[in-house]
């Protein structure tokens, strides 16, 4: 199971290489990609988002599960923001990865330095 950053997506949706061979591995694999809703957020969020921007997020989003903020994602972001002084947005990704046992997938390593978090940098 793989769980993608904003920045994953990004490079993905833009055509980079290792995001979009990475992408196609996972669906090959017939394995699941968890995207979290502070991500969706993130994604949709750009100030001058055109409608085909929209719709190519909304194609993507669409093969992937989304994973809402509750009170155990929470707990756990709440955690590694105090003991790792890391983003809110960066902190709800990490303890998304850790709640679904996923590796994260990001080009942002040196924001997920705990151990608990399995990085995968395109």
Do not use: H
Request: cysteine-free.
């Amino acid at each position: 199971m793989y769980l993608f950053d904003t920045n994953a997506v990004i490079y993905f949706l833009s055509g980079e290489e290792k995001a979009v061979a990475l992408v196609k591995k996972i669906l090959e694999e017939n394995k699941t990609i968890y995207v979290p809703t502070i991500v969706r957020l993130e994604l949709f969020s750009k100030s001058d988002l055109t409608l085909i921007e929209q719709n190519t997020i909304s194609d993507f989003l669409s093969f992937t599960i989304e994973i809402s903020l509750d009170k155990t994602i929470a707990d756990i972001a709440s955690a590694i923001r105090r003991n790792f002084k890391t983003k809110v947005a960066d902190s709800i990704v990490a303890a998304s990865a850790i709640y679904t046992n996923s590796f994260l997938v990001t080009r942002n390593v040196k924001d997920f330095k705990m151990k608990d978090v399995r990085v995968i940098k395109i």
